[in-house]
């Protein structure tokens, strides 16, 4: 069964020609992201972590951190200054308190993200 979310039908997706790294590891290809556009969904519609992209929880050992996604076409595998005094503050403190009523946005650590919070 499928559904609508306005207007762009979801359920049974085709994700054939959709945006992709070339990481394995990288999570599922998102079907609301255009390789051309980029996401197609208004801001209040994204979740969560998909509005912090491309930031990650993570659980590096036991312990939560924040990293960055080296996949990111546009930042890269280097985060910048502006982006780490982002976290530091106060975007950092709202993911963490966001992770600990919705812990499934926390992935599991991958080698070589970047820690920044």
């Known amino acids: 069964m499928s559904q609508t979310v306005q207007g ?9 020609n959709n945006y992709r790294t070339d990481d394995p590891e990288e999570e599922v290809p998102c079907t609301f992201l255009d390789p ?3 996401c197609i969904l208004k801001g209040d519609d994204k979740p969560f972590d998909c ?4 930031l990650r929880i993570m659980d590096k050992n036991g312990e939560l ?3 960055l996604t080296p996949t990111c076409p546009s930042i ?10 982002l976290v530091k503050s106060g975007l950092g403190e709202k993911i963490y308190e966001y992770a600990k009523t919705h812990p499934y946005i926390i992935k599991e650590y991958h080698e070589g993200f970047p820690i920044i919070g």
């Open 36 to 38: 051309q556009k980029g």
């Open 65 to 67: 951190v924040i990293a």
């Open 76 to 85: 890269g595998s280097t985060p910048g200054e502006n982006l780490v005094e």
């Open 8 to 16: 762009v039908r979801f359920g049974r997706l085709i994700l054939e």
């Open 51 to 54: 509005s912090i992209w491309p």
